[in-house]
């Protein structure tokens, strides 16, 4: 299949500010998609509502999503970039999934058996059948590449699972879709204290969020747990050690990494000087995003009408495929 015609679907749930991990997983790849394919972005407003149901924040949260999302690259008037409660075809698909979904294999997902140990009060259904409202969101546009980091490897897996199943039971209607990420291996950022990976909600001063200001961002860095350096030359670093370069290499210049690799391999490095620098390369890059954002947001004609023009993209793509999905199933019996 050509580029334009491989189609491209993935989502951001509004459930806080985004993060580090949510640009280099995610978004950074929805930038460079969205010029070379048919691409569908979406906020995972009804996903949220899995574990944070009291919607009291949830516009500003949406607006928030949408407006980082903008600030980092994404063009709304190339991808279609919209709400998942806006399009009620959405529901439909994930009724018509739920049956080809089996509860045992729902009961081992991963993140399923997390969310009821951080939310045993609230273990509801929807959270169980999550990776099924996540699949009926991806092929619902017959999309192939899901640009997502690591975390969302098993329900691409499912997806994939549930996609072949309705094909196998109703007829060839979907694509198989693949985890994308246009590196070689999916992408986890990790934590700032080395403890899984950076969140949204959970962690919140181990986690560079896209809105932090410079004071945060320096703050966070130096609290990253250092020592005295090596004792002996060219020796293997330890985890936390190595933490420090991969954020290096997430946004410092090729030169800055080198020299601190040097200084590490002949015992001359010193931390206080690599978290500054770290420090300011951070600022570099979070800086301007987190600036722009606050400006879209502000513009809340500019949100509405980006979320309209999104629905209107999403909603034609939705409306074809449910014809189609209606069709192979036999639920069409004026015809
Ligand atoms: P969410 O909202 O948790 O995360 C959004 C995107 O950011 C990626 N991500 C990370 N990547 C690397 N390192 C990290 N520390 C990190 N943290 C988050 C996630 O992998 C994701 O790509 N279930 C999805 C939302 C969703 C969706 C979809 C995704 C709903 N429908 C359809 C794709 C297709 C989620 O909770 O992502």
């Known amino acids: 299949m050509g580029k334009q015609q491989e189609i491209v679907m993935s989502g951001i749930r509004p459930t806080g ?19 070379d394919y ?29 407006s980082e999302n903008i600030a980092c690259g994404l063009d709304p008037d190339k991808a279609a970039f919209y709400c998942q409660s806006h ?59 899901v640009p997502v980091g690591k975390d969302q490897e098993q329900h691409l897996e499912m997806a994939r699972n549930f996609a072949n199943r309705f094909n196998h039971r109703y007829g060839d209607v979907f694509p198989e879709p693949k985890a994308f990420n246009y590196g070689e291996e999916l992408i986890k950022v ?52 190595e933490l420090f370069f991969s954020l290096m290499q997430l946004v410092s210049p090729a030169e800055v990494i080198e020299k601190y690799e040097a200084d590490y391999n002949n015992c001359t490095i010193r931390y206080g000087d690599l978290k500054q620098q770290l420090a300011e390369d951070m600022i570099r890059f979070i800086g301007p995003i987190r600036d722009k954002a606050e400006q879209i947001r502000n513009d809340e004609k500019y949100m509405k009408d980006v979320m309209e023009k999104g629905a209107g993209k999403a909603r034609k793509s939705a409306r074809e495929t449910m014809e189609i999905v209606r069709n192979a199933m036999g639920l069409n019996y004026f015809a």
Request: net charge neutral; aromatic share 10%.
């Open 190 to 241: 990790p934590s700032l204290d080395g403890k899984g990976k950076m969140s949204k909600s959970e962690n919140q001063n181990a986690t560079l969020y896209l809105s932090d200001t410079d004071e945060d961002i320096t703050k966070k860095i130096k609290k990253m747990k250092s020592d005295s350096g090596p004792a002996e030359k060219n020796s293997a670093k330890p985890d936390y050690i």
């Open 38 to 66: 048919t691409c569908y972005f979406m906020v995972a407003d009804l996903h949220s509502l899995t574990t944070h149901p009291d919607t009291s924040e949830l516009k500003t949260n949406i607006y928030r999503v949408l």
């Open 87 to 145: 399009i009620f075809e959405t529901s439909e698909l994930y009724l018509y999934l739920n049956m080809l979904a089996y509860v045992g294999e729902l009961e081992k997902t991963v993140t399923f058996k997390d969310k009821v140990r951080q939310h045993e009060n609230n273990v509801n259904a929807g959270l169980l059948t999550y990776p099924v409202l996540q699949t009926a969101d991806i092929i619902l546009h017959r999309a192939s590449l």
């Open 17 to 35: 500010f985004l993060h580090l991990g949510n640009y280099f997983g995610a978004v950074r790849n929805y930038v460079r998609m969205q010029s």
